[in-house]
């Protein structure tokens, strides 16, 4: 089994019923190919987490990139893994603006020890976020 971590730029006409379809219909997709994870939506940024058999996986990611309702895809990590961290969840859109309520979020579901790449991955993601709006305001 592998994970991924990967954050891109929703396309400009992305809206909040898109990001229904998107997590409703990737539950369902994740669901028969054995692939768990989450997807956070904040200012226009994705960070997504995957998990599940690696030819699933890669199948999966390689069409997520290519999917033009977003851009600049960066994975910000791949690895092997011997168990899944969200092996119930399909697909969990989190909805969180900022880092410290997605610290807060992902502390409820593993106490004191987020995992290193949840922990860098969420730290990466927001700083991104908070430097594309400071860009944005100047």
């Known amino acids: 089994m592998r994970e991924i971590i990967y ?12 990001i229904f379809r998107i997590v409703f219909r990737a539950k369902r997709a994740n669901g028969r190919v054995g692939l768990s994870g989450f997807l956070i939506y904040s200012s226009g940024h ?3 987490l995957l998990e599940g058999p690696h030819l699933e996986l890669r199948r999966t ?5 290519q999917d033009t309702r977003h851009s600049d895809v960066t994975v910000l990590s791949e690895r092997p893994i011997t168990e899944r961290l969200f092996p119930d969840w399909r697909m969990r859109r989190i909805e969180q603006p900022d880092e410290a309520g997605a610290r807060r979020f992902m502390a409820e579901q593993f106490g004191d020890r987020i995992p ?7 730290r990466e ?14």
């Open 116 to 122: 290193a790449t949840i922990d860098t991955a969420l």
């Open 46 to 48: 994705f960070l997504q």
């Open 7 to 18: 954050r891109s730029v929703a396309s400009e006409t992305l809206g909040g019923d898109d």
């Open 61 to 65: 990611f390689r069409v997520i990139a």
């Open 125 to 138: 993601f927001y700083a991104t976020i908070g430097g594309c709006l400071a860009a944005r305001a100047g």
